[in-house]
């Protein structure tokens, strides 16, 4: 308390009389950040209503700041001097807490940024930017650097007081200027790593960027910090100068090698919030080569991403379905995220328009492949196939191919072949199938048996099939009530029917 006295008086001096000004060193000097986290909140708070003050009362040099020691030259009055002096102050507060963003206590963290953010919000209202013509733009783009840099630490997960920033980035010409500041952080952190990742800054630049709400229409736009008349004569306000700095910055990002970890949350999220906002998509075709390129799960992702750019923006990409097939392998039915897989799967081979042959190929390579899988994948496998089979019904010889091989090794179809169309799968039949109706699984029999009867035209729903689960199952067959099995017409009366009675009557001891 009594420290919260002391810098109360300091700042009460310093806005109250201009010979006291040299006092701003003792609110600025627990800033450094070498005391207790509760002295620099203080501090930190007083230096906030200070500069606030002073940002209001226009006492701050406005224009290109002189240095400190050419302002004491007589070409300046006492004003312009007393003025100069204390945006150098200002300055040094700014630069204190941008610093302090990146303390160990998160309170001060906060602090921090709030305060930074109330003084982009005062240097919008009272800029210290010279105004020379009608047109000049006076956002504190500097300042927001400051604070943007605080933001992505390459050492440390910063989430958290991202989380805590996203509130202004509802600014449209906040968010404009974090997504440039953003661009050039990137550009200049990764350039200096020679392409090797930095999973904390590029963790924390994903963090930043990836939860960036794009208008839809010009007619949105219509939260600015920065109140300005002239507004329509500016870049900030036209919807395609934000898509070119979204792609920009994005691109940016992209460019370079990712974490692991990190190129599936950004496939993810890709074709909803990304694709869409760009200028041009095709753009993004280099990274999701790469991405496929990886391997597992991020390919199917990358093939996403592929997948509509070929459809929407008419991307020509012949090898899509041959690099999709050799995705499939025996560790299919076995990841983790086997349902986003068949989900996407599903989508790529929704189109009646594909080639009998390619449908063919795809449906012999999971049948064979179903002969290891578990249980609760075939589940879903099999009406899968089914769904295909309507889909394409010159598909259907697979199953009603009379006299089918004798064996596996007179199959015509080539498993090892990686181009869909030289597989011979239409000259095959589906044994495969067939082998499943003898399944140990009753409900994998009877699911394998649908396809020696006609298919309904209606296909079907496989989407909560997709997350079954082999423990779901177990504790579905668990739970089945058992049923009594009648063994005998007439129900008996004792362990020898009507005798039984004769002979207790014959022994009874009366």
């Given at each position: ?138 956002f504190p783009c500097d300042l927001l650097k400051v604070v943007v840099d605080g933001l992505l630490p390459t050492d440390e997960d910063a989430s958290l007081l991202i989380s805590r920033f ?234 009603h191919r009379p006299g089918g091989p004798a064996d596996m090794s007179e199959d015509p179809y080539v498993m090892e072949e990686v181009e869909p169309s030289k597989s011979r799968a239409l ?84």
């Amino acid at each position: 308390m009594a420290r919260e006295a002391a810098l109360a008086a300091c700042l009460e001096a310093v806005l109250g009389s201009r010979s006291s000004a040299n006092r701003v060193f003792e609110l600025l000097e627990p800033l450094a950040g070498q005391e207790e986290p509760e002295d620099i909140v203080s501090a930190a708070r007083s230096c906030s209503r200070l500069f606030g003050a002073l940002l209001e009362r226009r006492e701050l040099f406005v224009g290109p700041l002189p240095d400190q020691d050419a302002s004491l030259a007589e070409s300046y009055s006492a004003e312009d001097k007393y003025r100069i002096w204390m945006r150098h102050r200002y300055r040094d507060c700014v630069r204190c807490l941008g610093e302090l963003m990146g303390h160990e206590a998160f309170q001060v963290k906060e602090l921090a940024l709030c305060t930074l953010m109330k003084f982009v919000e005062l240097e919008a209202q009272y800029p210290l930017i010279k105004i020379e013509w009608k047109g000049t733009l006076t956002f504190p783009c500097d300042l927001l650097k400051v604070v943007v840099d605080g933001l992505l630490p390459t050492d440390e997960d910063a989430s958290l007081l991202i989380s805590r920033f996203q509130e202004y980035m509802e600014y449209d010409d906040v968010r404009y200027f974090v997504m440039k500041a953003v661009t050039a952080s990137v550009a200049q952190v990764m350039q200096k790593t020679k392409e090797r990742p930095l999973p904390f800054y590029q963790q924390n630049v994903f963090s930043l960027i990836s939860p960036i709400n794009m208008p839809n229409k010009e007619s949105e736009m219509v939260k600015f910090m920065v109140k300005q008349d002239n507004r329509e004569e500016l870049k900030l306000s036209r919807l395609q100068a934000h898509k070119q700095v979204f792609e920009k910055m994005w691109l940016t990002f992209l460019k370079h090698k990712l974490p692991t970890g990190l190129y599936k949350k950004v496939l993810v999220i890709l074709h909803d919030s990304v694709l869409p906002y760009m200028n041009e998509p095709t753009l993004m075709m280099d990274f999701l080569t790469v991405a496929y390129g990886i391997g597992g799960a991020i390919s199917l992702l990358a093939l996403n991403g592929l997948f509509i750019l070929i459809h929407q923006h008419n991307l020509e990409y012949p090898d899509f379905y041959k690099k999709l097939y050799s995705l499939l392998d025996p560790s299919i039915y076995h990841v983790k995220y086997r349902a986003r897989f068949f989900h996407l799967t599903d989508l790529f081979l929704s189109s009646s328009h594909l080639p009998a042959y390619l449908v063919a190929a795809f449906i012999k390579r999971l049948a064979r492949l179903a002969l290891t899988a578990p249980p609760d994948a075939l589940l879903m496998i099999i009406p899968f196939i089914c769904n295909l089979f309507r889909r394409h019904p010159a598909c259907k010889v697979l199953v009603h191919r009379p006299g089918g091989p004798a064996d596996m090794s007179e199959d015509p179809y080539v498993m090892e072949e990686v181009e869909p169309s030289k597989s011979r799968a239409l000259e095959s039949s589906l044994w495969e199938i067939q082998s499943l109706q003898n399944h140990y699984h009753p409900d994998v029999a009877k699911a394998a048996a649908v396809l020696n009867q006609s298919l309904s035209e209606m296909e079907d729903d496989i989407s909560g099939l997709l997350e079954l689960s082999a423990y779901e199952l177990f504790d579905k067959e668990v739970k089945k009530k058992a049923v009594d099995v009648p063994l005998e017409f007439e129900q008996v009366r004792g362990l020898f029917g009507k005798k039984n009675d004769i002979f207790a009557e014959h022994f009874s001891l009366d």
